[in-house]
């Protein structure tokens, strides 16, 4: 869960931080006015889980920035704790008025500041879920409402998926990159056993698989930029572009929630075998524009040179489907 910070005073700051610390929030972001807030919610390609803002700031306060806050559409369901003193309670009501959530009193309680934040943390889960399906029920739509398989070399595109973008779209923006040398993490996440899924399970619930899973490698990654895209058959391409820490080996960890999540109870036995597999495609940090584009271009080719040796010859399909038929011709002629 990631926080947003926005108080004035050092000691309270500190505070806070420790007591989230304790209760496995780590991931908290600091800003010490508003206009600093205003700053880092531009830059985050990801939105912010969840907003605690002190009211009595220099400048512009929290009540102007939680409004200014909500009139953007990546904050408009985050829950904003507003932070208050004695002094500033009266001004709740406003605070309530241009779309708080909920607050906390200083001086802080510490089994109110974490109980808060819980209470924040199921709201977030709750609005997640519902965002997920809403997607599912988008991809659904853009993508047809075909009850078969997908077939191998099917590549989507979810556009609600920060970051996610067609394969082509992709090499083209590294394309568009001044030639030299950056510091690349390019990576592949793959659906393990996905044909065999994809052959037992609906072609809804592998739709929602495979945008739910791009939105958790989104997720996963949310301070560093990040390209990524569906190469058809379950797996993924990314390239983290900038410094960054060598997140690769805790990010297969962070991505098992999504597979379990992405299908429905039915389909509980299927899923246990949709593991997720990281691999890096390359263990240097710096290399030239064109080094990290062949790479990529090298797995799209090799995803699809697999996908083609995995696709059955059409004089298999031509057996089996007259095999079924002629299994229809018995059935009907043993029931005359």
Not at 184 to 196: G, K, L, Q, T, Y
């Amino acid at each position: 869960m990631r926080l947003l910070l926005v108080d004035d005073d050092p000691v309270f700051c500190d505070l806070a931080t420790a007591v989230l610390a304790e209760s496995g929030l780590t991931d908290l972001t600091l800003a010490r006015s508003a206009e600093d807030a205003l700053q880092i919610v531009d830059e985050q390609r990801i939105p912010f889980d969840c907003y605690l803002l002190d009211i009595m700031l220099d400048g512009m306060d929290g009540i102007e920035l939680c409004s200014r806050l909500r009139q953007r559409v990546d904050c408009r369901v985050a829950p904003m704790i507003m932070i208050t003193s004695a002094k500033a309670a009266p001004l709740m009501e406003r605070a309530f008025a241009v779309g708080a959530t909920d607050f906390l009193r200083k001086p802080l309680d510490e089994t109110e500041l974490v109980g808060r934040i819980r209470m924040a943390m199921q709201l977030v889960a709750v609005t997640k879920k519902e965002r997920r399906r809403t997607s599912a029920l988008l991809a659904l739509s853009s993508y047809g409402s075909d009850i078969g398989p997908m077939t191998p070399e099917e590549r989507l595109c979810f556009p609600d998926v920060a970051s996610m973008l067609d394969y082509y779209e992709l090499e083209n923006r590294l394309l568009r990159m001044q030639s030299g040398h950056y510091q690349f993490s390019v990576f592949r996440v793959e659906i393990d056993n996905f044909s065999r899924f994809n052959r037992m399970t609906e072609r809804r619930d592998v739709l929602q698989l495979l945008q739910t899973t791009g939105a958790r490698i989104s997720e996963a990654i949310p301070k560093q930029p990040l390209l990524l895209s569906h190469t058809g058959a379950g797996r993924f391409i990314g390239c983290i572009i900038g410094r960054q820490p060598d997140i690769l080996p805790a990010l297969e960890e962070r991505l098992q929630l999504p597979v379990s999540e992405a299908t429905t109870e039915r389909d509980a036995c299927a899923h246990d075998e949709a593991s997720l597999v990281v691999t890096a495609l390359s263990d240097r940090k710096i290399m030239s524009r064109d080094a990290a584009i062949a790479l990529l271009r090298t797995e799209f080719e090799e995803t699809a040179s697999t996908q083609a040796e995995d696709r059955p010859e059409i004089d298999t399909i031509e057996d089996e489907i007259f095999a079924k038929a002629t299994d229809v011709e018995r059935n009907i002629f043993a029931e005359n």
